[in-house]
């Protein structure tokens, strides 16, 4: 799981070393990833008989779905909209804060569909979908801190993590579910970049997280088509 972060505030800017076309184009560069992740998963067949397939390639759409989404939305409003009181700026931070609670309701449906069956599973997207609800009611209302998104992802991405791990054990799905877990990896350590503010010599803290979170997506793409049942990989 993945999502861009938004700003902390509508009018929270990178440093002034950093540019905003920079972190504006890494952005788009994370939401072209997702669209080429969401475009594998659609392009996956799963048989008519595997609800797991069906429910999985759904899930997954909507995980890489709402990325693409957040990730333009951050790009937009780093690129077109530099006035910190500009409606548009605004309007695409809660953008991008709705789609980010949709990647992580997607991340509990997939993790339903990869580790729970009927009753349980049924009451996490249950509960995923109030949450969600909840989440996207709060953020067209007020304004939201990071540490509130932390707090709505964080439950979601351990969830996800567990449901990859319980995979492993399988024979036919350990390599993909290695494989999602080492993505997954990468973009916590992309949320971490974020947190502490770490960079390397010019390239600031919103850029080194998109290109660390960039090749997390990626790899958690190849590890979806490859859960899906009925795909190629």
Known sequence: MAADRPPDRPDDRPPAEESEALVAATDAVVGVVALAALGGVLRTSPPPTSERGRSLRRAFGAFFGSVVVASFAGAALHGLFRDPASVGRRLLWKVSLGAIGASA??????????????????????IASVVLAAW??????????????VALYAPALAVFGGALASRLRREGNRPAAAIGLFGLGLTV?????QVIGARIGPVGRNTLYHAVQAVGLAVLGRSARALIPGSAG
């Open 136 to 149: 996207l009611a709060v953020v067209a209302a007020a304004t939201v801190p990071y540490r509130a998104v």
């Open 189 to 193: 350590a992309a949320a971490i970049i």
């Open 105 to 126: 309701a997607a991340g509990v449906d997939a993790a339903a569909a990869l580790a729970l069956r009927g009753l349980p599973a049924l009451a996490a997207r249950a």
